[in-house]
């Protein structure tokens, strides 16, 4: 089964709030976004109780560094 790709539109808004979220993380962090990746989890469907595979996005973030200057 072959699954359409979406319209570069929606790709493209798509980017623009994925990239809004980003920066929003980085400013209230204090920390640069280091890695993005899709990882499948295996948690419990709270409507029947059984296990069930969700993807997640795993954010790594690296602190920036703190710098002082002499006077």
């Known amino acids: 089964m072959r699954i359409p790709p979406l319209p570069k539109t929606e790709i493209e808004e798509a980017e623009r709030k994925v990239s809004a979220i980003l920066e929003d993380l980085e ?4 920390a640069d ?32 560094a703190k710098r002082k200057w002499l006077k």
């Open 27 to 30: 400013q209230n962090t204090d």
């Open 33 to 64: 976004v280091k890695d993005i990746d899709l990882e499948d989890v295996v948690e419990t469907d709270p409507s029947n109780g059984r296990p069930a595979v969700h993807q997640a996005v795993d954010i790594t973030v690296q602190p920036r």
